[in-house]
């Protein structure tokens, strides 16, 4: 089991450009969850899905952010247009209904 | 946070100590966990404790929950250098949301 892929590792932008994140969950795992990290926020959840079904978005700070899940081997979190204020890591992670979330190693994002 | 608080923020303490950490959440939960977080790195799971459960041990890890307050806490006996990282507890509520804490960043002197 390779765990949760996330890509890229690292992605450094000009403000305004559009950044997709890729995250490819364990698979049969029905959940998915994208978070993002920041010294002054923490760990906040964006978005979940379910057997690739969007459940709650409601912490997906403004419409400038979507999320996708075409397939359960596939998701993306894009930003456009991007803004230094999204500077942060963004962690993908997955799960079983009831059980441990597994976390992939991120994406640490840079606008400038 | 979009859950709750752990409390202390930062703790330093020297190897084979006791480190304990607390959490306090905001809703009702049907499981309560902790992670861990190296440096660069995404969060392990440690242990799971349910809503209907008081105690929990694994290894050297042991926890406790009060629903009645909202509060759980993580205690890591004879800690060692390796221990060094950022703890996080997460609710699982009945809307099947996880929600992290704080988290506590935990620094064991060899």
């Known amino acids: 089991d390779a765990g949760v892929i996330q890509s890229p590792r690292h992605e450094v932008t000009e403000m305004g450009q559009e950044v997709t994140l890729r995250c490819k969950p364990i698979?049969?795992?029905?959940?998915l969850f994208w978070y993002r990290q920041t010294m002054m926020r923490g760990l906040e959840l964006l978005i979940y899905f379910n057997n690739n079904v969007p459940i709650d978005d409601s912490g997906m700070p403004e419409d400038r952010f979507s999320a996708k899940m075409p397939n359960a081997s596939f998701s993306t979190l894009k930003i456009q247009p991007s803004e230094p204020r999204d500077s942060a890591v963004y962690f993908c992670a997955s799960s079983l209904t009831n059980s441990p979330l597994h976390f992939g190693n991120g994406t640490r994002l840079t606008v400038t | 946070s979009q859950q709750g608080e752990e409390d202390p923020q930062a703790l330093s303490i020297q190897e084979g100590e006791n480190a304990t950490m607390n959490c306090s959440y905001k809703t009702s939960i049907n499981n309560l966990q902790w992670y861990r977080q190296n440096s660069g790195r995404g969060l392990v799971h440690l242990i799971l404790i349910r809503s209907n459960e008081r105690e929990k041990h694994s290894g050297r890890l042991r926890v406790t929950l009060d629903t009645s307050k909202k509060s759980s806490s993580l205690l890591i006996t004879a800690s060692r250098a390796a221990d060094t990282a950022s703890y996080f507890c997460?609710?699982?509520?009945?809307?099947?949301?996880?929600?992290f804490g704080t988290g506590t960043s935990l620094t064991v002197i060899p």
């Open positions: 997460a609710t699982f509520n009945t809307g099947n949301q996880f929600y």
């Open positions: 698979s049969g795992h029905d959940y």
